[in-house]
């Protein structure tokens, strides 16, 4: 059986610590001891793998799933016996998937999410093998409060979802990697599943949870060009549809120098420990800096240490 799960630090789960003819009783254990209680049933006869990497951020909990085939179940009588309130909301990254629960079934692809309630009922089928990454809060934190219409609804490209899939898949790899940078994203993480789960429900969402989408959106826009080192406000207010004025109203006054600045120097720290023969100055380069000297002092600034001294120590600054 795993051990207990620390629900406030990094942990991995895998079947390959056990023999093969017990791996899906393990893995039972494993995905009970992350989520809530279960039931699971695996759809091939035999070869079973399954792994689990679990991190916190605040009551936010990131579970990236890699396995084979299963069907899962949390079942009337598992739940009459928990005191456990959460909404889940599974991202699908590869495979296909299907949720159920009040009467509907969700099908999930690549980007997709879909959201479903531990005090209910539900089914998740899983035909072939996949990837997901599953984000699960205590309702308590949620704007939400009736989750009856927006359950095992498909939220994919063209709505939130998509915004908010790239949002919490980036914020996993990052809590994992460097969660000291986590904690003041906590209140946009909740504020951009409370208006997921609003357009989810068909609700109108509240001008908070407007406003967190739209952040996410920058945040995005700024991830995807942090390469570019003629990446000004303009330029983002433009790519993300917005004006200036409203640019600074999502990302306070010190405007998108800051966050882009944090950005580039996590991308250059994931760089210099990956590529241990790039020179300083490539990497500088592949991070948007415009001068070597420039990268030396934003990277000393964010984490206390000149590029070369972090990869020699290879661990995290301040």
Not at 156 to 179: H, I, Q
């Amino acid at each position: 059986m795993p051990a207990a799960l620390n629900r406030g630090a990094y942990a991995e789960l895998t079947t390959s610590l056990v023999p093969a003819r017990d791996a899906f009783a393990y893995w039972r254990e494993m995905i009970c001891a992350t989520f809530v209680r279960l039931v699971a049933e695996p759809v091939a006869d035999a070869g079973f793998t399954g792994r689990i990497e679990h991190v916190a951020v605040g009551d936010l909990e990131l579970s990236t799933v890699v396995a084979g085939s299963q069907h899962v179940r949390r079942t009337s009588s598992l739940i009459a016996d928990s005191d456990e309130e959460y909404l889940l909301a599974s991202i699908q990254v590869r495979g296909r998937g299907r949720v159920e629960q009040d009467g509907r079934t969700a099908l999930l692809s690549p980007g997709d999410l879909a959201f479903y309630d531990s005090t209910r009922p539900y089914t998740l089928h899983f035909d072939d093998p996949f990837h997901q990454l599953v984000v699960q809060v205590p309702k308590r934190e949620l704007l939400v409060r009736d989750t009856r219409q927006l359950t095992a609804r498909t939220c994919g490209r063209g709505s939130p979802g998509a915004v908010v899939s790239t949002f919490f898949t980036s914020l996993a790899e990052t809590a994992k990697t460097t969660p000291e940078h986590t904690s003041l994203l906590l209140p946009h993480a909740l504020g951009l599943l409370s208006a997921t789960a609003s357009f989810a429900g068909n609700a109108r969402p509240g001008p908070d949870a407007v406003e967190e989408m739209a952040r996410a959106r920058v945040l995005a826009f700024l991830r995807r060009h942090l390469a570019d080192p003629r990446l000004d406000a303009d330029a983002v207010a433009q790519g993300c549809h917005v004006s200036r004025r409203t640019l600074y109203r999502i990302v306070g006054a010190e405007g998108v120098a800051a966050p882009l600045r944090r950005m580039r120097i996590d991308h250059a720290q994931a760089i210099l420990l990956a590529e241990p023969e790039r020179t300083i100055g490539s990497v500088a380069s592949a991070c948007g800096f415009d001068s070597e000297s420039g990268f030396h002092r934003a990277f000393r600034t964010v984490t206390g240490r000149s590029p070369g001294e972090y990869r020699r120590s290879g661990t995290p600054g301040r």
